[in-house]
């Protein structure tokens, strides 16, 4: 039987194909259509847009996706060459004010965990933090300046962190800190006869009189509740070894503990650059779910990335 070309790609295909899809194939009559692939230049179906806007077909992302696989074991190897693994120590849920040195981000950043690790070859012990935007999501109409969708980035104060930016970029920006402060003060109250994020998120809805306005205060006031009642359950107040911590609370980049890249930190490499990866929170131990948030540090340790991995 002689095949006929589909009106929109012009590959062959049977006449009743053709009949039955108003003369096309079966894939463009899906949506499906053929598009050429930047990396090897061939027209096919299945094409994937990459953050960069390169489009790429199938086989030419798997090969991509090795190439970045390889990059990060090579990484995490140089990081293990530059940091002495063995001083690695966690304390996790620290203090607000052990980890800003101002309120400015009090109520949109959750403290996780704080870390303390020589360099190799010194004695000097160096402080950073892992800590997370969870509970809010960006407005559309933000600016685009840190902190950004994928990344905040934080200045190196001594011990703790400097942040410079703009906070409208989170939707809801102009209610979270009073909010957050009447959580803070009346959670001792809420929490009674409250056995569940549901019970908690109503109560505060019904007796909060502050203006909440449109964004997500349901999402937010649930991952404050998760967030205590983590808290709760797992802060310390010191410093132990990283190796006393759950893999599942906290894991460290080694080059045989290699954690896994998504689209996340592809944006944020393709902005930055490569800087040293450090260690990993994941958002379970925090929050009821979320964000898993990674931890690199630029070439003079100055600055601190902290990347979000939406799971």
């Known amino acids: 039987m002689e095949k006929v070309a589909c009106r929109i790609c012009g590959n062959m295909v049977l006449p009743t194909t053709s009949q039955k899809n108003d003369g096309c194939c079966a894939l463009c009559v899906r949506g499906i259509f053929a598009e050429q692939c930047d990396v090897c230049q061939k027209a096919v179906n299945g094409v994937s847009k990459m953050p960069d806007g390169t489009k790429m077909c199938i086989r030419c992302n798997i090969e991509s996706s090795k190439q970045m696989s390889k990059q990060w074991r090579e990484l995490c190897q140089q990081t293990l060459e530059r940091i002495d693994i063995t001083t690695l120590k966690v304390k996790l849920f620290p203090?607000?004010?052990?980890?800003?040195?101002?309120?400015?981000c009090q109520g949109f950043y959750y403290p996780l965990c704080s870390l303390k690790f020589c360099n190799v070859g010194s004695e000097v012990e160096e402080t950073v933090h892992i800590v997370s935007h969870?509970?809010?999501?960006?407005?559309?109409?933000?600016?685009?300046?840190?902190?950004?969708?994928?990344?905040?980035?934080?200045?190196?104060?001594?011990?703790?962190?400097k942040f410079h930016g703009s906070l409208t970029n989170f939707s809801g920006w102009?209610?979270?800190?009073?909010?957050f402060q009447y959580l803070e003060e009346h959670y001792t109250s809420l929490i009674n006869d409250c056995n569940s994020s549901d019970a908690f998120l109503q109560k505060v809805l019904n007796e909060y009189k502050g203006k909440l306005g449109d964004f997500d205060k349901e999402?937010?006031?649930?991952?404050?509740?998760?967030?205590?009642?983590?808290?709760?359950?797992?802060?310390?107040?010191?410093?132990?070894?990283?190796?006393?911590?759950?893999?599942?609370?906290?894991?460290?980049?080694?080059?045989t503990n290699f954690i896994s890249v998504g689209e996340e930190i592809v944006d944020y490499r393709q902005e930055r650059g490569i800087d040293w990866p450090i260690g990993v929170c994941w958002s379970e131990s925090f929050?009821?779910?979320?964000?898993?948030v990674f931890l690199f540090?630029?070439?003079?340790?100055?600055?601190?990335?902290?990347?979000n991995q939406y799971s």
């Open 95 to 104: 203090a607000y004010n052990e980890v800003f040195v101002n309120n400015q």
């Open 134 to 161: 969870n509970g809010l999501w960006f407005a559309q109409e933000g600016e685009p300046n840190n902190p950004y969708e994928s990344f905040t980035v934080f200045e190196k104060v001594k011990d703790k962190y």
């Open 174 to 179: 102009k209610y979270v800190q009073l909010l």
């Open 219 to 255: 999402y937010y006031i649930t991952t404050y509740y998760e967030f205590k009642k983590k808290r709760s359950k797992l802060k310390s107040d010191q410093f132990v070894p990283y190796t006393s911590i759950s893999s599942e609370i906290f894991a460290p980049f080694t080059d």
């Open 287 to 292: 929050f009821g779910d979320g964000n898993h």
């Open 297 to 307: 540090l630029d070439e003079q340790q100055e600055r601190a990335y902290l990347v």
